[in-house]
Structure formats: structure tokens, C-alpha cells
Antibody
Framework: QVQLQESGPGVVEPSETLSLTCAVS?????????WGWIRQPPGKGLEWIGN???????YVNPSLKSRVIMSVDTSKNQFFLKLTSVTAADTAVYFC???????????WGQGTVVIVSS | DIQMTQSPSAMSASVGDRVTITCRAS??????LAWFQQQPGKVPKRLIS???SLQRGVPSRFSGSGSGTEFTLTISSLQPEDFATYYC?????????FGGGTKVEIK
């Protein structure tokens, strides 16, 4: 069974960089699937942040493109998100998930809460 | 970018009602449309992908239809556990885009 688990600091100060890790178990990230990040601000809808392929190719939401850095470590079976210059608007639950063109976002992590506050 | 317009944004319904939620795409996405259900504080659960392919384990009262730019999620007989927020997602091209969500509340 594919399992994903997000981890990262619960609180990030404004203007700093948010860094999250998604650890994958039960399946290798070194496959043709893409691996993605989605977020949900409190009381609001879902927003796709971006996906990454094992090759390192990334696909990012244009609204966040200037601030998003994604990477993957196939040896650790993990992938990563960095969001720079955060503001209160970046406060959200952040999810990681597996993506394919046929199945869309299939397996999701449990989500991690990130609060931007000083 | 493809915009997804979901309607209604909220609705009230009773147990046993037939419920229909619509998503419209700004461009043709063929059948690349998924539906998710989210309970409060929970992870979104994929119900349908490819417009009409029901995820294994999802009750058959859920069905999806449509292609091109107009899509529908139907719940044939609403059950108590179905009160939740539903999202569509176009998964045919990057950037992926979600609809704004439909909150189904108890009447």
C-alpha cells in the first residue's frame, strides 16, 4: 500500500522559507508517476502547488512559480517543497500526493499544518 | 491555464435526495476530470477519475459523467455520511486546477 507522510516545522516566520518533506513508503518515487503538493488555507478550497518527476522536472502553479522550489531524492524515497518569502496567506494544511494522468491525485498524505507567524 | 467553475458552491439536501454537482472547464479537457470528497479535518478522498471511473470501494450511488467542458457528479440517494465538501479537479494538463468546491449540508 502506498503511503505518504508530510513533515516540517509547524510555524514559519514571515519572509522566511517554508520547507516540507514527503516520505513515501510502499512504492518507489523512482517511477513514471509524478509527485505533488497541494495546500488548503483554513476554511478555503484546495490549491495545487506543483508536481515533480523522478528526473527532477517540475511543474508549478503559475501563481506560485517564483517562490516554489521542488526536489526529489530517490535514494531516500522522498520529495521536498520549499516555498520562499512566506506571508500569512501561506498559512495552510499542506498535502503531498501521487499523481498520474490516468488516476489524477490518487494517494495522499495526512497533511501537515503550517502557520506563518512571528 | 484551464479554469474550473463548480456549482453550486453550497446546497442543502435531505437523506435520500438525488444530488447533482456540476463542473465546467474553460477549455476542452476531454475526460480528464476527477471528483474528491472531503470531510471536515480529513484528507480529500478521490471518488472518480477520468470523468466516470469509480474508485474501488466507493459506493455505486456515486457516478460521474461528462466530457469536453461540462461534467457532473451525481449522488443517487444521499446518505448521512455523504454530507461533505466535493471538489472537481482537471487532470489533463498542467497546471492542474481544482473547482471551488461544493458544500453539501443537511436540510
Amino acid at each position: 500500500q502506498v503511503q505518504l507522510q508530510e513533515s516540517g516545522p509547524g510555524v514559519v516566520e514571515p519572509s522566511e522559507t517554508l520547507s516540507l518533506t514527503c516520505a513515501v513508503s510502499g512504492y518507489s518515487v523512482n517511477t513514471e508517476y509524478h509527485w505533488g503538493w497541494i495546500r488548503q488555507p483554513p476554511g478555503k478550497g484546495l490549491e495545487w502547488i506543483g508536481n515533480i518527476h523522478r528526473s527532477g522536472t517540475t511543474y508549478v502553479n503559475p501563481s506560485l512559480k517564483s517562490r516554489v522550489i521542488m526536489s526529489v531524492d530517490t535514494s531516500k524515497n522522498q520529495f521536498f517543497l520549499k516555498l520562499t518569502s512566506v506571508t500569512a496567506a501561506d498559512t495552510a494544511v499542506y498535502f503531498c500526493a501521487r499523481f498520474s494522468w490516468a488516476d489524477s491525485l490518487h494517494f495522499w498524505g495526512q497533511g501537515t499544518v503550517v502557520i506563518v507567524s512571528s | 491555464d484551464i479554469q474550473m467553475t463548480q456549482s453550486p458552491s453550497a446546497m442543502s439536501a435531505s437523506v435520500g435526495d438525488r444530488v447533482t454537482i456540476t463542473c465546467r472547464a474553460s477549455h476542452d479537457i476531454r475526460n480528464s476530470l476527477a471528483w474528491f470528497q472531503q470531510q471536515p479535518g480529513k484528507v480529500p478522498k478521490r471518488l472518480i477519475s477520468g470523468s466516470s471511473s469509480l474508485q474501488r470501494g466507493v459506493p455505486s450511488r456515486f457516478s460521474g459523467s461528462g466530457s469536453g467542458t461540462e461534467f457532473t457528479l451525481t449522488i443517487s440517494s444521499l446518505q448521512p455520511e455523504d454530507f461533505a465538501t466535493y471538489y472537481c479537479l482537471q487532470h489533463g494538463s498542467y497546471p492542474l486546477t481544482f473547482g471551488g468546491g461544493t458544500k453539501v449540508e443537511i436540510k
